[in-house]
């Protein structure tokens, strides 16, 4: 019970704020929403010992700070791409294995993967590959490997504490 009211609550309160609507039947939708998500996505839960507290706020805060940097880094690539028609592109879709333990990491890496413009996660396999709509998918397969390592170990350090 405690868990559902843990994570109900803030969904139901987030969710107007996100919609920017508070007649009582947008709160009556988030609240649904809000309980249809703790029920489907219910994860296993792993105590954290007060003394990995610090590696696992450090951790956090670099993919976050990764995360940020990508979204600024992709957008002055595909602004670039806009304000310069004569370049040629070659769209594409590209394979990225995860290489993540959880189905969670491997969530997490392509939200990162899509939050970064030019970039969109199409379809994850069973085997956890990534299929990947790349703007400039020319060569990016070296890149985006080596992109999701980092990611994967910082993912490793946050659900390992």
Same mark, same amino acid.
């Given at each position: 019970?405690?868990? *559902?009211?843990?994570?109900?609550?803030?969904?139901?309160?987030?969710?107007?704020?996100?919609? $920017?609507? *508070?007649?009582?039947s947008n709160l009556v939708v988030g609240l649904l929403i809000a309980l249809a998500l703790a029920v489907?996505?219910?994860?296993?839960?792993?105590?954290?010992?007060?003394? $990995?507290?610090?590696?696992?706020?450090? /951790?956090?805060?670099? *993919?976050?700070?990764?995360?940020?940097w990508d979204v600024f880094l992709n957008g002055l690539k595909v602004a670039y791409i806009v304000l310069?028609?004569?370049?040629?592109?070659?769209?594409?879709?590209?394979?990225?294995?995860?290489?993540?333990?959880?189905?969670? =990491?491997? =969530?997490?890496?392509?939200?990162? !993967?899509? #939050? #970064?413009?030019?970039?969109?996660?199409?379809?994850?396999? &069973?085997?956890?590959?990534?299929?990947?709509?790349?703007?400039? /998918?020319?060569?990016? &397969?070296?890149?985006? #490997?080596? =992109?999701? &390592? +980092?990611? +994967?170990?910082?993912?490793? +350090? !946050?659900?390992?504490?």
């Amino acid at each position: 019970m405690g868990y *559902y009211l843990r994570v109900v609550i803030p969904l139901a309160i987030i969710y107007p704020i996100i919609t $920017n609507n *508070y007649e009582l039947s947008n709160l009556v939708v988030g609240l649904l929403i809000a309980l249809a998500l703790a029920v489907l996505v219910k994860p296993q839960t792993q105590a954290v010992k007060w003394q $990995n507290w610090p590696s696992l706020i450090l /951790a956090i805060l670099q *993919y976050t700070v990764e995360l940020i940097w990508d979204v600024f880094l992709n957008g002055l690539k595909v602004a670039y791409i806009v304000l310069t028609p004569s370049l040629q592109i070659t769209p594409g879709i590209v394979a990225v294995p995860s290489g993540c333990d959880t189905e969670v =990491a491997t =969530a997490l890496s392509a939200f990162a !993967i899509t #939050a #970064a413009p030019g970039e969109m996660v199409i379809e994850t396999d &069973d085997d956890g590959i990534m299929y990947t709509h790349c703007l400039i /998918a020319l060569g990016k &397969d070296e890149i985006m #490997a080596k =992109a999701q &390592d +980092r990611r +994967r170990q910082i993912l490793e +350090r !946050i659900f390992a504490s």
